[in-house]
Every structure is written in structure tokens, then in C-alpha cells.
């Protein structure tokens, strides 16, 4: 009783509600009035043209007989009067009440008294115990990733959503959300913005400062992440009193073009962790092209270890009996030390043409050419838009307007002098056709390209992308590790770095009894133990109680490792 006393107190609190249902009475009123003038004109019918009398009762039950089209019939009129004055009564109930009457209902009553019962079911606070949570501020194309990270952390968030209906939509679909207005203080101290872990600023630029100011007046030493879409705005969110700016679109662009390198470079620096550092190197030319894993000796040689393989935009497991092409990709691990020897090895005599052909002058493509131009390489761009001219500037050395996907424009822009082509445009449809285009008028061609939409991913990997990143898995990352204390590990899209708990069923046994590679596919990277942390662990490694395991893979592949060691 008491929560639907709070909810008549909520619905008829609401100034809109409050009119709605005077609108709603006055029809009804109207409604009342037009039924009494018709039983009065039936009585007068009755009485003055035909000669018969009845009851009020009567002439009340006839109205609304007709007027609802029941028309039991038992009570007619004979003259041509009375049943012109049936038909007026008939057509006048088909539209005040079965047209108007549920339309006015449901519009101005039955809709608003839904949506204060919506209200009432989305929770407004976070529980009064919660701490050591993360506050998302909106749920964008980054929050289900980071979402999906926390968890497998088991780290409690909430998500603010300011429409109760979407706010009951995320909560039917499993999602920790909070209804209340991003730019309010009471949404923060509902939230305990004080015990939390981290507020992670999503939205836009101008509404991140806002969020920022009124968290600080909560809690001044909460840690914030925010989103910064422009690079102006960084300035800007750390004044406002941001603890990290993340300019996810300009960082996107530079993963991108660091990802495959070209020319006389091999290995390439994909992040550091505790001490060790996580490369990719390409074999073609080198001595390990066309050997088995386990016949490189790359271990014996350097010290570093391959901890996986990428193959067609797919990481795979590093079995020492796969075979690397020339279109392999093998992941390493080492310390810097060990990957310098590694360089050594892979050195090679070959002639790069230092050149990467840019199609997309947007943002990402714009901070993808300003970090190609400070490593000395030769940026040609291609680009729509003229418009765009001035804010390209200077970035790259050959600047082609026109349309990439007509082959004059590509060849004048330098495909065939091309290693890499960026793919940097944010339709997914035309990087899938671009990435079919580019490859069958240069099949040896190495392609980068960013993706917008998950369900994309196959496609243009089977279009024939080497490697695809997108925005929302790079937040994602990106927020993570700065809970955790680390520098960003990027593998690629759909791969994602885990932290779990070592399983009991697995306690005592060595990396090598566990078969987790063989069994799941995850690449394990290192094994925490206390204040201690195995990084690269050999396959003698033996996995203690309370560990926790870092590992490398899939979704898919992580739920399989759940079932399997459970």
C-alpha cells in the first residue's frame, strides 16, 4: 500500500499529469452530457411523434444500447423521425465511445500511469553499503565493452540513465542502472560518488566539464576519466578537474598507424607490462618465414617468447607446431632487452618504401598521419571532401580530393607505391569495400582499417583487412587499465586482456598439464601471486592457490574457459 500510495503521490504530483487528467474529465463530462440530451430526445420522440411512453431508466438504457452498438432491438422506433434520430445516436457512440473514449483513456491516463509505475521500478541510488564501484555516465558504444570487463573483474558499476523507460529497458536486459540526470549533484551522492572507484565521463565534451565540476563538489578526490572528442577539449576536462583525459578518436588514429610497421622495422610496441613489453613483428624476409613456431628457437636465441599468432585478423594460439607465412603476425613478449635482440634477428636487407596511403582526413585519419610523419614516413591521403583541405593542412606529403573507390584516384594518390593503406573512414560499408578494392589491385598490400559497428567485424576481416581496431573496445581498454595501474595493452578488435581468478581445478599444475591454449584458445600472459607476478610464464610454471591468471582472447573464448576449468 505504501509504494502505490507513493506512486498516485508521484503520478498526480506532475504538472503535465495533472492536466491530462482534466482534459480526460472534461471528455468524459462532454460525453455524460451528450448521453443525457439523447435519452431526453428519445422521450420526446416516443411521446410526441409515435404516442408511446417510457421510463427515464428506460430511455437511458436505449441510449446506451445503441450508442455502444449492442442494439438488443427490443426497444425500436417505427417513424422515419425516430430512426433518422437511431442513426444519429448510432454513429455519435461509434466515435465518442469506441473511437475517442479509449484513445482519451489511454492517451491522458492509462500512458502517464505506466510510466510513474516505470519510474517507481528503475532504481534511483545505489545501494548504501556499495564501494569501490565505477559510475558510467552514459551508456554509449563503449559502455557494453567496459561493462562486459568490469564484471569479468568483478568489479560493481552503475550506469545513469536520465529516461525512465530506457532506464527499464537496460535494467530488463541485466545492466546495473540508476535513473537520475548526469549534470545533477543528488545523482552523485545517491551513487556514493565518494566510495566509488572511478567516474567515467562518456558523454559529450561540453557536458563532460559539467559532470566533472559537479562530481568534484562531491567528492574532490574521486578519480575521473573522461572522453575528449576534440583535442581542444583536453585542456579544457583537465582544468575542470579531470584526473585523465582520454582522446579516444586522436589515440584510435594512432593505434592505427603504428600497428604494422614498414620498411626496415620489424617489431612494434603494442604496450607495456610489469617491465615486460608486448610486441608484433612480421616475418616476411626473415629467417623465421616458412618454420614451425618451435623451430624459430626464438625463445633460446632472444630470451622473448611468441605468445600468439595473428593470421587474417584472427590472434591464434602460439602451438609450437604452426607454421609461419609470410603473412604472419606473431605477438612476443620479453624485456626490452630480449625484443632488442629480437629486432637484430628479424633485421633485414630489404628496401621499404617508407609510404602509407591514409583514405578518410577525418579525425582518425588525421592523427593517424601525424604519427606516421613523426616516425619519418611518407603519408599520402586521400579525401572526399574539399572542405576539409584546410583542416588536413600540412599532415600528409600527397593530399588527393576525390573518391577512393575510383581506381584513378587511388593509383594517383599512390596505392601501388603504397606497404599500408589506413582505412580511417567511419562508414563500415565503405572500409568493407575499400578493403575489397585495395586488395585485388595489390594483393601483397598490408590494410588497417577501423571499424564502427561489432557486427562488422567478419565481414571485413573476410574482405581482407589485417588488422581491425575500433573506438568502443579502445575505451574500454583504456579504462580498465587505469584501474588497474597499467599502460593500455591494444591487441586488436574482438581480443580483449582478462583477469580472472585461477580456478581450484587447476591449482598445483603446471601451464603446461593445464592445456588452456589447447582447450580455449587464451594466451596466458601472466600469473599473479600476491605482491608477485610471473609475466611470460614457461610451461613448468606451476599455478598456486589464490592466483590470479592475465590471458589474452576472445569472449567466446573466455566463457569456454569457464566451462571447461569451472
Same mark, same amino acid.
Given at each position: ?13 506532475? =504538472?503535465?499529469? $495533472? ?128 561493462? $562486459? ?35 545533477? $549533484? ?20 561540453t557536458i563532460n566539464s559539467n559532470i566533472i565540476l559537479t562530481v568534484r563538489e562531491v567528492a574532490p578526490d ?35 598507424? /603504428? ?37 624459430? $628457437? ?6 622473448? /617468447? ?19 607465412? +609470410? ?7 620479453? @624485456? ?9 634477428l628479424l633485421a633485414t636487407n630489404r628496401d621499404g618504401t617508407n609510404t602509407v596511403l591514409i583514405i578518410g ?5 588525421? !592523427?593517424?598521419? *601525424? ?22 593542412? *600540412? ?30 573512414? /567511419? ?12 586488395r585485388r589491385l595489390k594483393p601483397d598490400l598490408r590494410i588497417v582499417s577501423r571499424i564502427t559497428h561489432e557486427? /562488422? ?57 593445464? =592445456?588452456?591454449? !589447447? ?15 610471473? @609475466? ?9 592457490? +589464490? ?7 576472445? +569472449? ?11
Open positions: 500500500m505504501k509504494f502505490l500510495s507513493t506512486q498516485i503521490t508521484y503520478f498526480f504530483g506532475q =504538472q503535465q499529469i $495533472r492536466q491530462n487528467v482534466r482534459a480526460l474529465l472534461k471528455y468524459l463530462a462532454f460525453v455524460v452530457g451528450v448521453i443525457t440530451l439523447f435519452s431526453v430526445l428519445f422521450h420526446v420522440i416516443m411521446l410526441y411523434v409515435e404516442g408511446r411512453q417510457f421510463s427515464w431508466i428506460t430511455g437511458l438504457y436505449w441510449t446506451l444500447t445503441v450508442m455502444s452498438t449492442l442494439g438488443f432491438g427490443d426497444i425500436t422506433f417505427h417513424s422515419d423521425l425516430g430512426r433518422a434520430f437511431s442513426l444519429i445516436v448510432l454513429l455519435s457512440g461509434i466515435i465518442l465511445l469506441l473511437i475517442m473514449l479509449p484513445f482519451a483513456f489511454i492517451r491522458y491516463f492509462y500512458a502517464p500511469w505506466l510510466e510513474a509505475q516505470i519510474h517507481f521500478q528503475t532504481p534511483r541510488s545505489a545501494p548504501p553499503d556499495v564501494s569501490g564501484h565505477v559510475i558510467i555516465c552514459e551508456y554509449d558504444s563503449i559502455a557494453p565493452g567496459l561493462i $562486459r570487463r568490469l564484471r569479468l573483474n568483478q568489479i560493481p558499476y552503475f550506469v545513469i540513465e536520465p529516461d525512465p523507460r530506457v532506464a527499464a529497458e537496460l535494467l530488463g536486459d541485466g545492466i546495473s542502472v540508476v535513473q537520475g540526470e548526469i549534470d545533477d $549533484r543528488l545523482t552523485y551522492e545517491q551513487l556514493h560518488v565518494d566510495r566509488a572507484l572511478m567516474v567515467f565521463a562518456n558523454a559529450e565534451d574521486v578519480p575521473i576519466a573522461a572522453v575528449a572528442t576534440f583535442e581542444d577539449s583536453v585542456d579544457i576536462l583537465e582544468l575542470s578537474g579531470a584526473t585523465q583525459v582520454l582522446p579516444l578518436k586522436q589515440r584510435l588514429g594512432e593505434h592505427l598507424a /603504428n600497428r604494422i610497421n614498414i620498411g626496415r622495422d620489424r617489431a612494434h610496441l603494442i604496450g607495456n607490462f610489469k617491465g615486460w613489453q608486448v610486441v608484433e613483428f612480421t616475418v616476411d624476409d626473415t629467417p623465421f618465414s616458412g618454420l614451425m613456431i618451435r623451430e624459430t $628457437r626464438l625463445r633460446e636465441l632472444t630470451g622473448a /617468447n611468441i605468445i600468439g599468432v595473428w593470421e587474417h585478423g584472427r590472434l591464434l594460439p602460439a602451438d609450437p607446431e604452426r607454421f609461419l607465412s +609470410n603473412l604472419s603476425v606473431p605477438v612476443g613478449i620479453g @624485456t626490452p632487452e630480449q625484443i632488442a635482440s629480437l629486432e637484430k582526413g577525418g579525425k582518425v585519419g588525421r !592523427a593517424a598521419g *601525424r604519427a606516421l610523419k613523426e616516425k619519418g614516413i611518407t603519408v599520402n591521403m586521400i579525401d572526399r571532401k574539399e572542405e576539409l583541405r584546410d583542416r588536413i593542412g *600540412r599532415i600528409p606529403d600527397l593530399l588527393t580530393i576525390g573518391d577512393a573507390a575510383d581506381r584513378d584516384t587511388l593509383m594517383s594518390a599512390g596505392l601501388q607505391e603504397s606497404e599500408l593503406v589506413i582505412l580511417s573512414t /567511419n562508414d563500415d560499408a565503405v572500409n568493407i569495400y575499400l578493403s575489397i578494392y585495395c557486427r /562488422n567485424i567478419e565481414a571485413i576481416h573476410r574482405a581482407g583487412a589485417d588488422f581491425v581496431l575500433s573506438y568502443a573496445p579502445l575505451g574500454a581498454e583504456s579504462v580498465i587499465s587505469l584501474i588497474q595501474g597499467r599502460e593500455p595493452i591494444i591487441m586488436g578488435e574482438g581480443v580483449d586482456l582478462f583477469t580472472v581468478p585461477t580456478p581450484s581445478s587447476l591449482f598445483g599444475k603446471t601451464l603446461a598439464e593445464s =592445456q588452456i591454449g !589447447a582447450l580455449t584458445g587464451l594466451i596466458v600472459l601472466a600469473v599473479e601471486t600476491g605482491n608477485e607476478t610471473i @609475466t611470460n610464464p614457461s610451461p613448468s610454471t606451476v599455478f598456486p592457490p +589464490n592466483s590470479r591468471l592475465l590471458m589474452l582472447g576472445t +569472449n567466446e573464448q573466455r566463457q569456454g574457459f569457464g566451462e571447461v576449468f569451472a
